[in-house]
């Protein structure tokens, strides 16, 4: 078990088992930016220095329309 805030938690682990790939859920956050990335993710991403897949949940309805 590891302790601390979740984005250097990650990071600590990708980089002690030598990762060359992450992948971290998101949720939506509010407005343009929650269409694409959350805030974890988005932290986790800064500090990774491999690639990073992140997936919204099979639910996820935009905040955004077409219309």
């Known amino acids: 078990t590891r ?3 979740t984005p250097h938690v990650i990071a600590e682990a990708a980089r002690e088992f030598n990762a060359d790939l992450v992948i971290v ?4 956050r509010q407005g343009i930016a ?3 990335i959350g805030n974890t993710a988005e932290t ?3 500090l990774l220095d491999c690639d ?3 997936l919204k949940q099979e ?3 935009s ?3 077409l219309e």
């Open 44 to 46: 986790t991403l800064e």
């Open 59 to 61: 639910n996820f309805v």
């Open 3 to 5: 302790n601390g805030e």
């Open 34 to 36: 929650g269409i694409f």
């Open 25 to 28: 859920g998101t949720v939506a």
């Open 52 to 54: 990073i897949i992140t």
């Open 63 to 65: 905040p955004i329309g």
